[in-house]
T-cell receptor, first 115, second 116 residues
Framework: DSGVTQTPKHLITATGQRVTLRCSPR?????VYWYQQSLDQGLQFLIQ???????AKGNILERFSAQQFPDLHSELNLSSLELGDSALYFC??????????????FGPGTRLLVL | AQKITQTQPGMFVQEKEAVTLDCTYD???????LFWYKQPSSGEMIFLIY??????QNATEGRYSLNFQKARKSANLVISASQLGDSAMYFC?????????????FGKGMKLTVNP
């Protein structure tokens, strides 16, 4: 158990709908990263938040947005869903284990299926 | 831009044997970190081992060791004494520093099957 929690574990929805994925980082971790894992694109970085502020953006679609709340949990919002958004969405939080060594620990993921 | 290459789509190994999973990387950053993660069929991503670019020694964590060859830009994972529970997808990743972010860039992964 990494200490990172994600809910829900599975999500089935229809095209055009909107869903919210939730992530709680490890106790004390300030950074939250979101990744998408799909068969065709592999594992891709979407977005990072650090202590409530957006830190970096990756290949995140405009239909997707995220935020990190004062209690450090984060939500990833996916709207106008398309079939191609079906994927495993991971949240990771990071701890600095030593100089220059920031290790990301992943949650169990949310498996999204868009029908 | 950083890039991770894992060319082995799949490997088979007998239980109790050692196995090496290949990873090559490309980066222009003088300082970087390399990671290996394991993804069992249940889907979670499990951190295995880390190697920093300035580390003098190869990283080891229990049965896992990282064969780091900086000049060749390779960071191969060695699993000693394979166990059935080692059957999983394995991903090599590099820390890509970007404006204060430490996002990970992943390879495509490779599937390891341990046979009894």
């Amino acid at each position: 158990d990494s200490g990172v929690t994600q809910t829900p574990k599975h999500l089935i929805t229809a095209t055009g709908q909107r869903v919210t994925l939730r992530c709680s980082p490890r106790s004390g971790d300030l950074s939250v990263y979101w990744y998408q894992q799909s068969l065709d694109q592999g594992l891709q970085f979407l977005i990072q938040y650090y202590n409530g502020e957006e830190r970096a953006k990756g290949n995140i679609l405009e239909r997707f947005s995220a935020q990190q709340f004062p209690d450090l949990h984060s939500e990833l919002n996916l709207s106008s869903l398309e079939l191609g958004d079906s994927a495993l969405y991971f949240c990771a939080s990071s701890v600095v284990a030593g100089e220059g060594q920031e290790t990301q620990y992943f949650g169990p993921g949310t498996r999204l299926l868009v029908l | 831009a950083q890039k991770i290459t894992q060319t082995q789509p799949g490997m088979f190994v007998q239980e109790k044997e050692a196995v090496t999973l290949d990873c090559t990387y490309d980066t222009s950053d003088p300082s970087y970190g390399l990671f290996w993660y394991k993804q069992p069929s249940s889907g979670e991503m499990i951190f295995l081992i880390y190697q920093g670019s300035y580390d003098q020694q190869n990283a080891t964590e229990g049965r896992y060791s990282l064969n780091f060859q900086k000049a060749r830009k390779s960071a191969n994972l060695v699993i000693s004494a394979s166990q059935l529970g080692d059957s999983a997808m394995y991903f090599c990743a590099m820390r890509a520093s970007q404006g204060g972010s430490e996002k990970l860039v992943f390879g495509k992964g490779m599937k390891l099957t341990v046979n009894p």
